[in-house]
């Protein structure tokens, strides 16, 4: 499945700690937008967000097809979304935002 040519994802964490009862934005355009302020001039192709089930837009599902990136590690079938993201839409960064569960992908 993978593809000979392709770049290997870089991955970056971004933690936000906060010492007093002020939170830092969890919306995932808040996110997208910040990620791509600190990695111009990189796009965001995709996000994955974990506190809504791995909400994420998907290629697969566009075309009417099965989503294989929410099928459990183990079967057969299951395609990892930055794979897909990296493939289909050339992303190069994945940018994880801990405090809010959610990862933007940048191409």
């Known amino acids: 499945m993978g593809d000979a040519n392709a770049q290997a994802m870089r991955k970056v964490t971004i933690r936000i700690e906060t010492e007093s009862d002020f939170r830092a ?15 111009s001039p990189l796009r965001g192709v995709g996000f ?13 599902r566009e075309r009417g097809e099965a989503c294989p990136h929410v099928l459990p590690p183990d079967s057969p079938a299951y395609i990892p979304y930055s794979e897909t993201l990296g493939r289909r839409m050339k992303a190069v960064l994945e940018v994880r935002f801990p405090h809010a569960q959610v990862t933007i992908y940048l191409a």
Do not use: F, I, K, Q
């Not at 996110?31 to 302020?37: I, M, P, S, W, Y």
């Not at 994955?48 to 697969?60: A, E, I, K, L, V």
């Open 25 to 39: 934005s969890e919306v995932v355009a808040d996110l997208r937008n910040a990620a791509e302020v600190l990695y």
């Open 48 to 60: 994955w967000d974990d506190r809504m089930g791995g909400m994420h837009p998907c290629t697969y």
